[in-house]
Every structure is written in structure tokens, then in C-alpha cells.
């Protein structure tokens, strides 16, 4: 029997819980790494993961006020789509989300490469936007961060010299 995995996040100053169908892979490792030492687990700041949909997601660890880790059978598995080419960042206290539309793959691994890797590799991770102009994110703001799954597995392939084609929904290229 195959199953359904979802993270259900109730984060501050969010009027709704924010949930999110994922491997269980990622499901197991956002378990694990919530697990850990109250010091482990704060100096990550942003736990990240890939979802079924084609998103890759940062969360900010400071702004959790509980995780739910469900599972539900299902007949068959989720079929892994590709959402849209744009970045959306939630700060510590703004009500809307940042839109960013990125064309600059490369940016755009390199930055989630930075969030997986905590505050101690870098403060201010950017993305160079459609355009060519570089934003910076200070990570102890960031709430959420959703962005193409298949736009940062290509970047990460590009950062690692990997001229390997393009594998729908294949994510296993990926650090985190």
C-alpha cells in the first residue's frame, strides 16, 4: 500500500496552518532534524525540503509553532508537477508574500544550498531576480520560502557541472 506524506505547519502570525505533500524521505528528515538538540536545531534556523508539487520550501525554525507529521494511504502515489518559475518569500511580519521571478537557476541552488547550510555559512543568502538585480534575505526574517523544484534542481546540476539532462522530478541531486 502506498502512502500520502504531509507536513502540516502551524506558523506565527499565519491565520491558517500551511501544509505541504512530500516524500517520505524528506518526511522522515524533517522529523529527524526536528528531533535533535534544542542547539542543533537552532543553530539550522531553516529546515528545508522538496514536495510532491515541484516546490522546493525553506521554513524558518523560529517561526513553528508546532509541525504535524501525517500520512495517509492511498491507492497510488502523487505524480510530481512543475509549478510555477517564481520564488515566494514570507518575512517575519508582513502579511504578504514576496514574489521573485527567477530565470537565473544557478541563484536560485546556491541560495537554498545556503539556507540548508544555516546562518553560520551566510546571513544574507540572495537571488538574482528576471531581471539581473540581486536581492539579499536576512535569514533570521525569513518565515517560508517556496520555489520551483525543477529550477533548483537544474541550477544545482549546472553549480556541480552535472551536464546530465534534465530528470522529471528527480530531485535526488540535491543536498537536502
Known amino acids: 500500500m502506498a502512502y ?9 502570525e499565519q491565520t491558517s496552518t500551511v501544509e505541504f505533500e512530500v516524500r517520505e524521505s524528506h518526511w522522515l528528515r524533517v522529523q529527524d532534524l526536528m528531533g535533535h538538540e534544542p542547539s542543533f536545531y537552532c543553530s539550522r534556523r531553516l529546515i528545508t525540503f522538496d514536495t510532491v508539487d515541484g516546490l522546493a520550501v525553506a521554513v524558518g525554525c523560529d517561526y513553528v509553532q508546532l509541525v504535524r507529521f501525517l500520512y495517509n494511504p492511498v491507492q497510488f502515489p502523487s505524480d510530481q508537477k512543475h509549478s510555477e518559475d517564481n520564488v515566494q518569500v514570507w518575512l517575519r511580519g508582513r502579511e504578504d508574500s514576496i514574489e521573485i521571478r527567477i530565470d537565473d537557476a544557478e541563484s536560485l541552488a546556491a541560495f537554498f544550498v545556503a539556507l540548508d547550510a544555516g546562518v553560520e555559512f551566510e546571513q544574507f543568502p540572495g537571488l538574482v531576480d528576471e531581471d539581473g538585480e540581486l536581492t539579499r534575505f536576512n535569514c533570521d526574517d525569513l518565515v517560508l520560502v ?3 523544484l525543477h529550477k533548483v534542481s537544474e541550477g544545482h546540476r549546472e553549480m556541480f557541472g552535472d551536464g546530465q539532462a ?8 540535491i543536498p537536502f
Not at 4 to 12: A, D, K, P, T, V
Not at 166 to 173: I, M, R, T
Open 4 to 12: 500520502q506524506y504531509l507536513l502540516n505547519f502551524l506558523i506565527r
Open 166 to 173: 534534465d530528470h522529471e522530478g528527480d530531485s535526488s541531486d
Open 146 to 148: 517556496t520555489a520551483p
